[in-house]
């Protein structure tokens, strides 16, 4: 399969999101094994009236790379262990970005940062050019629903009430 283009990631969130359900996330390890594992499961962060997103908090160090043009990953650390993966959505000053929570065998954002052997050097990696990480097409025209985001009820409403989780339906 092809990587997909630099234009899938430069769109809306809200289109990006639940297009990525069904595509392969593509992981090259240091031993040379590639791993190829189905997005499951995703959420949309749109830019910094969402209030549930970190571009609501600012530009920062930390979030500088999600005001940039779509394609890159960005990658931040929660409770000190887990590497959490988004993938930067839309235009140059956006600031939207979909956090990947979950893949085919592996539920949760924090247990596929561990997966995926995921650290700070990721932190805007290009998806186009990564030897490291990158997404593949899929011809697959995934089915799934919607529910609210996970664990924003400091967002207050109507960020945590916003149906912007994706879920890939079973297979029947």
């Known amino acids: 399969m092809d990587r997909l283009p630099k234009g899938f990631f430069t769109r809306n969130v809200l289109e990006v999101s639940p297009q990525l359900l069904g595509k392969n996330l593509c992981r090259s390890f240091d031993d040379g094994t ?14 910094p009236k969402d209030l549930a997103s970190h571009a609501s908090k600012g530009r920062t160090k930390r979030t500088e790379v999600i005001y940039h043009e779509g394609g890159l990953v960005y990658v931040y650390l929660i409770y000190g262990m887990y590497w959490l993966l988004n993938f930067v959505t839309g235009t140059e000053e956006e600031a939207s970005a979909v956090l990947i929570r979950g893949v085919e065998g592996i539920s ?28 593949e097409g899929t011809k697959q025209k995934p089915r799934y629903f919607t529910t609210p985001r996970i664990g924003i009820d400091y967002a207050g409403e109507p960020w945590k009430s916003i149906p912007w989780r994706f879920v890939l339906k079973a297979k029947i």
């Not at 590639?34 to 830019?47: D, L, M, N, S």
């Not at 247990?111 to 990480?133: N, P, V, W």
């Open 34 to 47: 590639v791993g190829r594992f189905v997005i499951t499961e995703v959420e949309a962060y749109w830019g």
């Open 108 to 135: 949760g954002p924090g247990r596929l940062g561990r997966a995926l052997k995921l650290d700070k050097s990721f932190y805007g990696e290009d998806l186009q050019t990564s030897e490291r990480i990158w997404l």
